[in-house]
């Protein structure tokens, strides 16, 4: 087994080894999260059921329940543990984006302690290559007001970088106005301001989604 190797091989730094990823099937589970134990590395807990993606974060929250319980039997504290609830390409699976909010919500009350990460990119997966980093900024954004811990991201996107680092929170609060239905006076904002804001409403509902949503 290719992770097992990699454990056997590993030299200790400061920082734990991260297995990605242990998915919520008991075949995968009771065979990797052992392995993870003995080699006292972290975990990243994929929300990927015996019937594939959760339909919603009940399902999510129950998938999520089965294998921490799992883990924490074999001596893994929830600390170690990096939940991935799964993030899906916005224009074919919205209403996922909005239960896997609604799932981050709930992971402290189930898992006090427990970490949580995503592949980020998934949401623009599918739509133009332009509109990928507007997708993945925003969307970064509004989960971590629901909690996400970290996210795995393209590195090579600075204004991802700068968002995430605290430096531009002229678009976090954009953003947060428009998840919490203020008013919000397009008029007075930026052009990319703007831009922020009608992709928060897309990724919300709000605006049906099209390859066009920030010219309208």
């Known amino acids: 087994d290719a992770i097992e190797a990699a454990l056997k091989v590993y030299k200790e730094t400061p920082l734990p080894p991260i297995v990605n990823s ?21 975990f990243i ?12 974060e009940n399902e999510r929250a129950a998938l999520c329940v089965e294998l921490l319980y799992f883990a924490n039997e074999a001596g893994i504290p929830n600390e170690k543990i990096w939940v991935d609830g ?16 609604t ?22 997966n599918g739509p133009p290559t332009h509109l990928r980093p507007i997708l993945n900024q925003t969307y970064m954004v509004m989960l971590q007001k629901h909690g996400m811990y970290s996210v795995i991201s393209d ?29 919000v006076d397009m008029a007075s904002l930026s052009d990319e ?17 099209s ?6």
């Not at 807990?45 to 919603?56: F, I, Y």
């Not at 919500?105 to 990460?117: E, F, H, L, V, Y």
């Not at 996107?157 to 203020?182: F, H, P, W």
């Open 155 to 183: 590195p090579l996107d600075e204004q991802l970088t700068d968002i995430a680092k605290g430096k531009r929170q002229d678009i976090v609060d954009v953003i947060y106005s428009v998840m919490d239905d203020k008013p």
């Open 193 to 209: 301001l703007q831009q922020y804001a009608k992709t928060t409403s897309v990724i919300l509902g709000k605006t049906l989604y």
């Open 86 to 101: 799964i993030v899906t390409p916005v224009n074919i699976q919205q209403p996922q984006l909005m239960s896997l909010m």
């Open 103 to 124: 799932f981050q919500s709930m992971i402290q009350d189930m898992a006090p302690g427990a970490k949580s990460t995503c592949g980020l990119s998934n949401i623009s």
């Open 45 to 56: 807990a994929l929300m990927w059921g015996p019937d594939g993606l959760p339909r919603d």
């Open 211 to 216: 390859d066009s949503w920030l010219e309208v």
């Open 22 to 42: 242990i998915m919520c099937r008991p075949e995968r589970y009771e065979r990797m999260v052992p392995m993870a134990a003995e080699y006292n590395a972290d």
